[in-house]
């Protein structure tokens, strides 16, 4: 018998910080244990696995009962590939809509968490390898819009900072804690009457416009990258899909809407007014074209696509093949398992393109996601800055970084 043989596997309803119910699974082996839980999307992408199957929770329950569990039992841990095809088989579908994607990626990351336990050896370790010791700079929104402020703040959904000049991971969320904070007193400034409220991520949800709240985090972001001496870029997630009715990229706060080529003048001023680093979903879930144009222009940015590609290696073959973008969004959850996942990121690498590894807005305790960004060797984890559900993996990244002794370093950026 295999020394990660799987010996029990456990199912139950748990819920996210949002309070979105979603699934947990533990899992047994001979000489392991572990546990994981799925997060949930508020701007899902439209090629996303399916998150539940149609008759919802219990039938996930009922299906990973009678289907997934007596599949699974016997089986090695440690051989994650394996395990993740199995998942697939027995579901059947393309898109895990039978036994649904929370119950399909909280077995695989359960899986991986034992067979590292049974192994006796960190997480990130057993995904990745020796090779595993760059650690990745966290890209945390401060400000946050769009669907994640029930489309009453900026209609951007998230402006973002990542302190790209930082030696070490310290440092790293130093800067981005302390950007957060100065935040807040910046956007008391512009309205008084601010309650403080932030939304599911933990990014401030003040009604500003976007680009109010971009020249707020930009001078912020200035100060303190004078204040600790490293460097720190800007950025956003416009989750444009989220703005898309169809024919025009609809701003309510602003009262406009954009057609195709507005959309992609407004990017570029956007980017050019405010030296953008990074810049996730500018255009729909289907516009490889405007990505493509976009990126032609600014190679040297993170042109990133997330609804675009929903972490899925073919469709990122084919806009790597399109010079649709220079980054991708890896969240192990669109995909169902840790496996597409992760080949989702090695097309990404192997076509030169940035994976930075995601957070959802409603998301769990768990740190795992830590360990899959140094494990698969993402150079950024896009994982907010407050809230428990964010600092659980953020404070693993110290924890990973301390584990890591003297081999530890920070990633290399493009
Ligand atoms: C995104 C994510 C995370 P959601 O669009 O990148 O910030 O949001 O989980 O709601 O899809
Ligand atoms: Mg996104």
Redesign the pocket.
Known sequence: MPEASISDLWIRRVYTGRGDVTLEVEVYTEGGYGRAAA???????KYEVRYLPDGGIEEALSNFEKLVAPELLGMDAAEQAAVDMRLAEIDGTEDFSRIGGAAAIATSMAVARAAATALGMPLYYHLGGALARNVPYPLG?VIGGG??SRGLGPDV??ILVVPVGADDIYTALDINVRIHRDVLSEILKTDPSFTGGKN??GAWTPRVSSETALKIVQSVAKAVQREVGAEVRIGV?M?ASSLWDGEKYVYRNEGVARGVREQLEYVKALIDRYDLYYV??PFHEEDFNSFAELCDMYEDRLIVG??LFVTNAERISIGARMGAATGV?I?PDQRGTLTGAYEAARMAVSRGLTPIA??????TEYELLAHVAVGFGTPII?A?IMGGERTAKLNELLRIWDDLGRAARMARLR
């Open positions: 997060p949930a999307g508020a701007s899902r992408g929104n669907k994640h959904q998230e599911d991520e997630d989750a996730e979903d997330d609804d969004i969240k995601s957070h959802r807005s409603g998301d896009k907010g």
